[in-house]
């Protein structure tokens, strides 16, 4: 059983950053691509960023995050991290981590991913 933990969520002004955090089983990050995730209220989920397995090569970021998010993984501490800057109102969501076992390139489909956290509220007041 994969257990993903984020942490690093909270309340901050426009324009302000925030680095999420998404804890891992030791090993997990050399088997699994990793992605971000968030949902708004009322909103779908929507896709954020993601990470390829092992040396994390390979990337990929939802248009409405690109220059402003990074995503980056560290296999000795299993940490997936989303560095977020220059953030807006319309980010406020709750920020999920999740785990993809297939082979390839990161996915930006939440379908495809086999394990989440439990998330972590962002808020961005104006």
């Known amino acids: 059983q994969v257990q993903l933990a984020e942490s690093g969520g909270g309340l901050v002004q426009a324009g302000g950053s925030l680095r999420l955090s998404c804890s891992t089983s030791k090993g997990i990050l050399s088997i699994y691509n990793m992605g971000w995730f968030r949902q708004a209220p009322g909103k779908d989920r929507e896709f954020v960023a993601a990470?390829?397995?092992?040396?994390?090569?390979?990337?990929s970021y939802a248009d409405s995050v690109k220059g402003r998010f990074t995503i980056s993984r560290d296999n000795v501490k299993n940490t997936v991290f989303l560095q977020m800057n220059s953030l807006k109102p319309e980010d406020t969501a709750v920020f999920y981590c999740?785990?993809?076992?297939?082979?390839?390139?990161?996915?930006?489909?939440?379908?495809?991913?086999?394990?989440w956290g439990q998330g972590t509220q962002v808020t961005v007041s104006s």
């Open positions: 990470i390829s397995r092992g040396a994390g090569r390979s990337t």
């Open positions: 999740a785990a993809d076992k297939r082979l390839g390139t990161p996915s930006q489909r939440g379908a495809t991913y086999d394990y």
